[in-house]
């Protein structure tokens, strides 16, 4: 910018710290980065991130360096890992590993990091990730989540952190094995040499005594030496300058003051004193605290004449002032009578929620002291934040009013309840029931029809998390009546608000399994989800979805699921959930289909999502459907195991509700297999009576009756399935009956009945290819003597009579390694489908953790997978690994 330019804006061209210019500190870059951790601890103005953006610039490092600045004060764990994996994406190497992951409500931080851990596990090239500012990570749990993976990261990942104070990092193992770097302010400081050499590059020239003064009395602090500097360029007698020069804090804003504010025309000191109080301003912003114009011009041209301001935007509309020289204009603008500072706070607050930033506006309305306003804004935009995943944010905002106004106010006492259950979820129902009741009724009737809004979600919240399932459905119910309100359209809040009344209707109603109902609400979800961009609605109504049509249908069904897990890897939800229902709901097709090494690869991803606070329906599902993996591969231990963990889930839910029937008599049908029949008959007997009469256990009782060499009695439990008169929830089931049927008759000597029986069955399995209960109940002579007959079904038998032999049904092949496996790799890859641990492998093998590290990202290159299950799947797929099953 030329001068007369900046004159003409009002802004004397002062130096910045930029101008100076960088020395290079080569002792200190030879240990940034060198081993796992460098910490770089020192305070403000010690240039830790100078030392840093020069050690990236000199050491061509380019593409190759994730920075991850940590925002002030953060307390949300989900938004601190998306912005690192955020910036590991940024990086050449990262863009190819690291997988994209969006904001979700309650979406886990540990989940985050471990999905970090899978993605870089193949990592190879060095990559560093630079945490700046570690001291603003304002949550315990963040940190314990970062310990993990620093611990457990590929050691081609190396961190560097910075931080003004000490962070309580559990680091003292790396301290121990050498690869903990730290550099502390201490070791920031200039050596006289370093001082001489920056002089040098400012053309400053001063007599060895007065540079060995001034390096003495600034002590080498890098903001010190660096303002010398800039002083010394302009100052008429620099030798007395650099004698006089401490170099202390108090010489920085010092020079702060007269250097850069008081240089400054009225009207630029009006804004940058007016303007601190902002984390980040624009010029319109600018123009409304200060009551004049031009404030961009003005803002920008502070930028250029590197008055320590820095814009954050290509289009240089955002700007935020050098962390220092805030700090300096918040104490100026102490002198400012209070009222003056509150009323800028109001404006700016009502300015930024004007211009959609709800969270900073609520900041600023809690800094002016405005109550009232400041619970209005986070009421009216609570609703978003949750489904926007911000709890973490909404913490920290109720946080951030009186204790007394969070009791008093009946709209916050709302929002505090749904916070209350989300930090202390042990505590009853009746509760959050009693809180929520006294809160809806002190509102104000002007605020009375959005607090109902808010009273309607928090009771959804409360009913679900307690698994209330009539409370939880007549919730979503009123909220989807709410949604059509005016005011919801007046906020911009009804589409929104539908499409979650939408999903959690149909959620909840497949619980209860009321699927042809959970259907059309999902359906409809899902659409206004897509339309109105809520991805997060749309996938968790998509993988509910699956789950309820695979009971009309497999095809349809696995359409939805494939679409689930696509939408779950673009937003990095692979851990979550509703993910994992997806995937039981394709595993689950996948076992009924025969494809049982397929179903086990899906299984491993969804347990990996079983979470103690689990929907139990969900958790209920993935238990049962490990269970009718086991049984179809004869692993009946294995599967009664599975089933007695699924019942843990079903005692959440009503006792007649059809998920607990299945998982009951699919118990009933692994203690048969295991020979204990007495036991079956012991709990069936413990059943409630109508659950004992549903189709389910009645199959269980007959199989129960053919091992006991008692036909007769398998026939008469079996006749009210067969007729109608006892309903299946799944037309596909009836084909396990007709089996049973025909092994009763062939035992009876009806080799008539016992084949038309088969064929029967054949023809209610072909649809969906459901060749499960052909391996349930195995009928090898009745189905060649059907082949001989001139059977409609003989492709079908073909399958069957494979899959008994052993051999799965065929599906396009998978790719062969992109080239051979060494006899190493060989060796690590026997000991993945196992449930060792890299140094449990080590260990087996004589080797170190490393090597087998090394092993298996070889491995995974040449399979051309990510992961462990993965890598067992391709591996068993291609014949590298015995079947995962043995008749």
Request: charged content about 25%; hydrophobic content about 45%.
């Given at each position: 910018?030329?001068?007369?330019?900046?004159?003409?804006?009002?802004?004397?061209?002062?130096?910045?710290?930029?101008?100076v210019?960088?020395?290079?500190?080569?002792?200190?870059f030879?240990?940034?980065?060198?081993v796992?951790?460098?910490?770089?601890?020192?305070?403000?103005?010690?240039g830790?991130?100078?030392?840093?953006?020069?050690?990236?610039?000199?050491?061509?490092?380019a593409?190759?360096?994730?920075?991850?600045?940590?925002?002030?004060?953060?307390?949300?764990?989900?938004?601190?890992?998306?912005?690192?994996?955020?910036?590991?994406?940024?990086?050449?190497?990262?863009?190819?590993?690291?997988?994209?992951v969006?904001?979700?409500?309650?979406?886990?931080?540990?989940?985050?990091?471990?999905?970090?851990?899978e993605?870089?596990?193949?990592l190879?090239?060095?990559?560093?990730?630079?945490i700046?500012?570690?001291?603003?990570?304002?949550?315990?749990?963040s940190?314990?989540?970062?310990?993990?993976?620093?611990?457990r990261?590929?050691?081609?990942?190396?961190?560097?952190?910075?931080?003004r104070?000490?962070?309580?990092?559990?680091?003292?193992?790396l301290?121990?094995?050498?690869?903990?770097?730290?550099?502390?302010?201490?070791?920031?400081?200039?050596?006289?040499?370093?001082?001489?050499?920056?002089?040098?590059?400012?053309?400053?020239?001063?007599?060895?005594?007065?540079?060995?003064?001034?390096?003495?009395?600034?002590?080498?602090?890098?903001?010190?030496?660096?303002?010398?500097?800039?002083?010394?360029?302009?100052?008429?007698?620099?030798?007395?300058?650099?004698v006089?020069?401490?170099?202390s804090?108090?010489?920085?804003?010092?020079?702060?003051?007269?250097?850069?504010?008081?240089?400054?025309?009225?009207?630029?000191?009006l804004?940058?004193l007016r303007?601190?109080?902002?984390?980040?301003?624009?010029?319109?912003?600018?123009?409304?605290?200060?009551?004049?114009?031009?404030?961009?011009?003005?803002?920008?041209?502070?930028?250029?004449?590197n008055?320590?301001?820095?814009?954050?935007?290509?289009?240089?509309?955002?700007?935020?002032?050098?962390?220092?020289?805030?700090?300096?204009?918040?104490?100026?603008?102490?002198?400012?009578p209070?009222?003056?500072?509150?009323?800028?706070?109001?404006?700016a607050?009502?300015?930024?929620?004007?211009?959609?930033f709800?969270?900073?506006?609520?900041?600023h309305?809690?800094?002016?002291?405005a109550?009232?306003?400041?619970?209005?804004?986070?009421?009216?935009?609570?609703?978003?934040?949750?489904?926007?995943?911000?709890?973490?944010?909404?913490?920290?905002l109720?946080?951030?009013f009186?204790?007394?106004?969070?009791?008093?106010?009946?709209?916050?006492?709302?929002?505090?309840?749904?916070?209350?259950?989300?930090?202390?979820?042990?505590?009853?129902?009746?509760?959050?029931?009693?809180?929520?009741?006294?809160?809806?009724?002190?509102?104000?009737?002007g605020?009375?029809?959005?607090?109902q809004?808010v009273?309607?979600?928090?009771?959804?919240?409360?009913?679900?998390?307690?698994?209330?399932?009539?409370?939880?459905?007549e919730?979503?119910?009123?909220?989807?009546?709410?949604?059509?309100?005016?005011?919801?359209?007046?906020?911009?809040?009804?589409?929104?608000?539908?499409?979650?009344?939408?999903?959690?209707?149909?959620?909840?109603?497949?619980?209860?399994?009321r699927?042809?109902?959970?259907?059309?609400?999902l359906?409809?979800?899902?659409?206004?989800?897509?339309?109105?961009?809520?991805?997060?609605?749309?996938?968790?109504?998509?993988?509910?979805?699956?789950?309820?049509?695979m009971?009309?249908?497999?095809t349809?069904?696995a359409?939805?699921?494939?679409?689930a897990?696509?939408?779950?890897?673009?937003?990095?939800?692979t851990?979550?959930?509703?993910?994992g229902?997806?995937?039981t709901?394709?595993?689950?097709?996948?076992?009924?289909?025969?494809?049982?090494?397929?179903?086990?690869?899906w299984?491993?991803?969804?347990?990996?999502?079983?979470?103690?606070?689990?929907?139990?329906?969900?958790?209920?599902?993935?238990?049962?459907?490990?269970?009718?993996?086991?049984?179809?591969?004869?692993?009946?231990?294995e599967?009664?195991?599975?089933f007695?963990?699924?019942?843990?889930?079903?005692?959440?839910?009503s006792?007649?509700?059809?998920?607990?029937?299945?998982?009951r008599g699919?118990?009933?049908?692994?203690?048969?297999?295991?020979?204990?029949?007495?036991?079956?008959?012991?709990?069936?007997?413990?059943?409630?009576?109508?659950?004992?009469?549903?189709?389910?256990?009645?199959?269980?009782?007959?199989?129960?009756?053919?091992?006991?060499?008692?036909?007769?009695?398998?026939?008469?439990?079996?006749?009210?399935?067969?007729?109608?008169?006892?309903?299946?929830?799944?037309?596909?089931?009836l084909?396990?009956?007709?089996?049973?049927?025909?092994i009763?008759?062939?035992?009876?000597?009806?080799?008539?009945?016992?084949?038309?029986?088969?064929?029967?069955?054949?023809?209610?399995?072909?649809?969906d290819?459901?060749?499960?209960?052909?391996?349930?109940?195995?009928?090898?002579?009745?189905?060649?003597r059907?082949?001989?007959?001139?059977?409609?079904?003989?492709?079908?038998?073909?399958?069957?009579?494979?899959?008994?032999?052993?051999?799965?049904?065929?599906?396009?092949?998978?790719q062969q390694?992109?080239?051979?496996?060494?006899?190493?790799?060989?060796?690590?890859?026997?000991?993945?489908?196992?449930?060792?641990?890299?140094?449990?492998?080590?260990?087996?093998?004589?080797?170190?953790p490393?090597?087998?590290k090394?092993?298996?990202?070889?491995?995974?290159?040449?399979?051309?997978?990510?992961?462990?299950?993965?890598?067992?799947?391709?591996?068993?797929?291609?014949?590298?690994?015995?079947p995962?099953h043995?008749?």
């Open positions: 910018m030329r001068p007369d330019e900046a004159a003409r804006s009002g802004v004397e061209h002062s130096a910045g710290f930029d101008v210019g960088l020395v290079p500190r080569r002792g200190l030879e240990r940034v980065g060198a796992r951790v460098t910490m770089v601890s020192a305070p403000a103005g010690s830790k991130t100078v030392l840093l953006r020069s050690w990236i610039g000199t050491s061509d490092l593409g190759r360096v994730a920075w991850a600045p940590v925002r002030r004060q953060e307390r949300d764990p989900q938004r601190f890992w998306l912005s690192v994996a955020d910036a590991l994406r940024g990086t050449e190497v990262g863009s190819e590993l690291v997988q994209a969006s904001a979700a409500p309650d979406l886990d931080g540990w989940a985050l990091v471990e999905r970090l851990l993605d870089l596990a193949p190879r090239e060095r990559l560093w990730l630079v700046d500012d570690m001291h603003e990570l304002d949550a315990a749990e940190l314990r989540q970062l310990e993990l993976l620093v611990m990261a590929p050691a081609a990942l190396r961190f560097v952190l910075t931080t104070h000490e962070v309580r990092l559990g680091l003292h193992r301290r121990l094995e050498g690869q903990l770097t730290e550099i502390r302010a201490a070791d920031l400081r200039f050596s006289l040499a370093e001082t001489r050499e920056l002089f040098a590059q400012a053309r400053i020239e001063l007599p060895d005594t007065a540079l060995t003064a001034l390096h003495e009395r600034t002590e080498g602090w890098a903001a010190g030496v660096r303002l010398a500097a800039l002083s010394l360029a302009r100052h008429p007698d620099p030798v007395r300058f650099a006089e020069f401490s170099g804090e108090r010489t920085v804003a010092e020079y702060l003051l007269a250097e850069v504010l008081e240089r400054q025309s009225e009207s630029v000191r804004l940058l303007t601190s109080i902002l984390e980040r301003v624009s010029g319109e912003l600018a123009d409304l605290l200060t009551g004049g114009s031009g404030g961009e011009r003005v803002l920008q041209d502070l930028e250029q004449a008055a320590f301001v820095t814009s954050l935007d290509a289009a240089r509309s955002w700007f935020r002032y050098h962390q220092l020289f805030g700090d300096l204009l918040q104490l100026e603008l102490r002198r400012t209070r009222d003056e500072v509150a009323a800028l706070h109001r404006a607050a009502e300015w930024l929620a004007g211009h959609g709800p969270v900073e506006a609520i900041r309305a809690q800094a002016a002291e109550g009232d306003m400041a619970a209005r804004l986070l009421a009216d935009h609570w609703p978003i934040l949750l489904m926007d995943g911000e709890t973490g944010t909404i913490h920290q109720l946080n951030g009186p204790a007394a106004d969070l009791t008093a106010n009946g709209e916050l006492a709302l929002m505090a309840a749904a916070d209350e259950l989300r930090q202390a979820p042990g505590l009853p129902k009746e509760h959050y029931l009693e809180l929520t009741d006294r809160a809806a009724a002190s509102v104000p009737d605020r009375r029809a959005h607090a809004l009273f309607g979600m928090v009771r959804l919240l409360v009913a679900r998390h307690h698994w209330d399932l009539p409370a939880a459905t919730a979503a119910q009123q909220l989807q009546v709410a949604a059509d309100g005016p005011d919801m359209s007046l906020l911009g809040l009804g589409a929104d608000l539908r499409a979650l009344a939408l999903v959690s209707l149909g959620t909840t109603e497949y619980s209860i399994a699927f042809d109902d959970a259907v059309r609400h359906q409809l979800g899902a659409e206004l989800a897509r339309r109105i961009g809520r991805p997060y609605l749309e996938f968790t109504s998509l993988a509910y979805q699956a789950a309820s049509v009971f009309r249908s497999f349809p069904a359409e939805l699921g494939e679409q897990m696509e939408l779950a890897r673009q937003h990095g939800w851990d979550e959930p509703a993910a229902l997806a995937a709901a394709l595993a689950t097709m996948l076992v009924w289909q025969g494809r049982l090494a397929e179903a086990e690869s299984l491993q991803r969804a347990e990996r999502t079983l979470r103690s606070e689990v929907e139990p329906a969900v958790g209920m599902a993935i238990r049962c459907s490990q269970g009718i993996l086991g049984l179809a591969l004869g692993r009946y231990g599967a009664l195991a599975a007695r963990f699924a019942e843990r889930f079903a005692d959440r839910l006792a007649r509700n059809p998920f607990v029937t299945i998982v699919f118990r009933l049908l692994a203690l048969v297999r295991l020979g204990d029949l007495e036991g079956a008959a012991a709990a069936r007997a413990a059943l409630d009576a109508q659950v004992r009469e549903s189709a389910w256990v009645r199959m269980a009782l007959a199989t129960s009756q053919v091992a006991e060499g008692a036909p007769e009695a398998a026939l008469a439990t079996l006749a009210p399935v067969l007729d109608g008169s006892v309903p299946v929830i799944w037309p596909g089931r084909a396990e009956g007709l089996l049973l049927e025909a009763a008759r062939e035992a009876l000597a009806d080799s008539e009945g016992a084949e038309a029986a088969v064929e029967r069955a054949l023809d209610v399995a072909e649809p290819g459901a060749l499960l209960w052909f391996l349930l109940h195995p009928v090898p002579d009745l189905l060649e059907r082949i001989r007959h001139r059977t409609r079904h003989a492709a079908m038998i073909a399958q069957i009579q494979n899959l008994l032999a052993g051999h799965e049904p065929e599906r396009p092949g998978p390694p992109l080239e051979a496996l060494s006899d190493s790799e060989i060796r690590v890859l026997r000991y993945l489908p196992t449930h060792l641990s890299t140094p449990d492998i080590a260990r087996e093998l004589s080797v170190s490393n090597t087998v090394t092993h298996l990202r070889n491995l995974y290159t040449k399979l051309g997978v990510h992961r462990r299950a993965e890598a067992v799947g391709h591996a068993r797929a291609l014949g590298l690994l015995a995962a043995h008749r």
